[in-house]
């Protein structure tokens, strides 16, 4: 009995002793986790950049905060913005996570207190970090044609603080500017050259020049597009004179009409050429876009353009009907004035779904309205200045 007693001790008192070290590793891992944290350095997630170290970032990087005591942490804050994370994925050294896209920077308030707040449950630790912005982008002009002492629409995206629109060396008087848009008045003289936007956080450029009539061009009423000086070969499609006001850059054709018949084709709503050479550069159709002028003057609710290119014997098309999407099935499409059109020259099919191999090879465009399925009761629409260039 005296020695089922004693070894009944001693198994208690090892279990005790044991019990006893695991809560006191436990008491140091707590000790780890919970205590004061501290921030020392901030570093891109890429391991190839492992050693480098931060102090601004954009919005939507990817970054890992390193430190001590980080493992229990809470909410992490950039300019006392909450970013969401996964604590799984750090350790007590490390936390991984992407600054939220709509994190304030200075370009939105100059006030921001530009930190990194972490909170755990032993505490909170601040780091100083800038979240700088991205530099402005140009999606594209609202029409790349624009008369003198026209409106010149810039689309585009992180258009903070704008200072200067520049049409080449020319500033223009800036009208209006968000963050989305930008809206500047053209010079009394008319001006053919790159689009450069200047904000607070860098300087962006088009790729194209605005009111260009050259780079590219296939039909635009003034320049011949026929062997004999004629605008095109064939097509009753009205051409308006370039004194009319609604002209854009010369002369145009517009459809202006009510009571349009059903029909698929009609001659008087066609233009197109006969086997004329461009000399459009050569490359393939995922180097090049199609583009053209079109200002649709009331709502267009049916019908298309039929736009077909020749190519090496073969004919691309691509039918335009803006309207038929889910923004403007209800409406119908309008434009405020012109508006370019830009098409993935890409989207060009064959009757085989081929695509145009090279464009130096294209010898011919046609372009023809028509509503096959319904009548229309009233349309107005004009097109200039069809081209293709480069990306």
Known sequence: MKMKLKHIGKTALGLMLATGMMLSFQGCNDDDIDGAPAISNVRLLDPTKADSSLTAAEPGSMIVIQGQ?????????????????????????????????NAPTKAVDPGVPSKIRVVTRGGEASYDFVLTAPVPVISGLYSEFVKANGTLVINGDYLYNIKSVKVGTTSLQILSANVKQITAKMPATAVSDIVTVEGEFGTAKTNFKVNDSVTGNMVNFDVPATTWDAEVCWGGVPIVAATDPQAISGKFSRIKQTKLPAAGYNDAWVFSTCYFDFKLPAGDASTR????????????????????IGAGGTEYVYSFQPWNTTEYTATGY????????????????????????????????KVSFGSADVAIASYNGSVDNFRIVRK
Request: overall charge negative.
């Open 69 to 101: 005591n980080l493992g229990s942490v809470l909410k992490v804050y950039f300019n006392e913005f909450e970013a969401n994370f996964n604590a799984a994925l750090g350790s007590n050294s490390n936390i991984i996570v992407t600054i939220p896209a």
């Open 289 to 308: 876009q199609f583009k053209f002028e079109h200002n649709i003057a009331e709502p267009w609710k049916a019908g298309k353009y039929d736009i077909t």
């Open 334 to 365: 309008q434009t405020n004035g012109w508006r370019t059109a830009v098409i993935e020259l890409a989207e060009f099919k064959s009757a085989s779904g081929a695509t145009i191999a090279d464009v130096s090879k294209v010898t011919d465009l």
